[in-house]
């Protein structure tokens, strides 16, 4: 397990935790054990309430920020998706080993077999995961991060809405966990985007970022 995830998992109140594997998480999901299965994602086995509050606010609650931003950057991605012949999912599972399940708000995935419906995408078949970050940013810059370069993705985007940049993280380190390639872009910038078939495009970094934040981190 890497740190930050253990040191989130350590402070937790409960220290009697069980590690699932990703059929025995869906099996929870599928027998009404989760209230909410929308609510949640599995990360190195543990089960965690995604957070999509404000800046030091209640995680439970969802905001309204990030809601807009979802909104907003759903047609952009899609027109993208297409251009690229890729398909668009949003904050749907991905599976990326054994004991990972993580949701992210977007992902690029390349269509599909038929024969594949009764599974979520592999790291193979993903060429861009997308997490919308404000109070959820340290957990997306690491316990995220570690896990979406271990399975070897090789593009991961953090519209970092706190900050009101856009983190680009590319060649990933499978062994190490980490990205080997890191850019820091804003409202101006132009980011590159390639997909399966090489096939670069260019978007316009303002189209990913709202108006800036001005509530206190916590």
């Given at each position: 397990?890497?740190q930050?995830?253990?040191e989130?998992v350590?402070?937790?109140?409960?220290?009697?935790?069980v590690?699932?594997?990703v059929?025995?998480?869906q099996?929870?999901?599928?027998?009404?054990?989760l209230?909410d299965?929308?609510q949640?994602e599995?990360?190195?086995?543990?089960?965690?309430?995604k957070?999509?509050a404000d800046?030091g606010?209640?995680?439970?609650i969802?905001?309204?920020?990030?809601?807009?931003?979802l909104?907003?950057l759903?047609p952009i991605?899609?027109r993208?998706?297409?251009s690229l012949g890729?398909?668009l999912?949003?904050?749907l599972?991905?599976?990326?080993?054994p004991h990972?399940?993580?949701?992210p708000?977007?992902?690029l995935?390349i269509?599909?077999?038929s024969?594949?419906?009764?599974?979520?995408p592999g790291p193979?078949?993903?060429?861009l995961?997308v997490e919308?970050a404000l109070s959820?940013l340290k957990?997306d810059?690491?316990?995220?991060l570690?896990i979406y370069?271990?399975a070897?993705?090789?593009?991961?985007w953090i519209?970092?809405?706190?900050?009101?940049?856009?983190e680009?993280?590319?060649?990933?380190?499978t062994?190490a966990?980490?990205?080997?390639?890191?850019r820091t872009l804003?409202?101006?910038?132009?980011v590159t985007l390639t997909g399966p078939?090489n096939?670069?495009i260019?978007?316009?970094?303002?189209?990913?970022?709202?108006?800036?934040?001005?509530?206190p981190?916590?």
């Amino acid at each position: 397990m890497n740190q930050v995830l253990l040191e989130e998992v350590i402070s937790h109140p409960d220290s009697s935790l069980v590690r699932f594997t990703v059929d025995q998480y869906q099996r929870l999901a599928e027998d009404g054990v989760l209230a909410d299965g929308s609510q949640y994602e599995l990360l190195d086995g543990y089960i965690f309430h995604k957070n999509r509050a404000d800046l030091g606010a209640d995680e439970m609650i969802h905001s309204p920020r990030h809601s807009r931003r979802l909104a907003k950057l759903t047609p952009i991605l899609s027109r993208a998706a297409e251009s690229l012949g890729v398909d668009l999912y949003c904050q749907l599972p991905l599976q990326v080993n054994p004991h990972d399940a993580p949701e992210p708000d977007f992902s690029l995935v390349i269509p599909l077999p038929s024969d594949a419906e009764d599974r979520h995408p592999g790291p193979s078949e993903v060429c861009l995961v997308v997490e919308v970050a404000l109070s959820s940013l340290k957990r997306d810059r690491e316990v995220k991060l570690s896990i979406y370069a271990r399975a070897g993705i090789p593009e991961y985007w953090i519209v970092n809405l706190a900050d009101q940049q856009l983190e680009v993280y590319q060649q990933p380190d499978t062994n190490a966990g980490v990205f080997q390639f890191q850019r820091t872009l804003r409202t101006g910038d132009l980011v590159t985007l390639t997909g399966p078939q090489n096939n670069p495009i260019q978007l316009n970094v303002v189209d990913y970022l709202g108006e800036a934040e001005t509530s206190p981190r916590s």
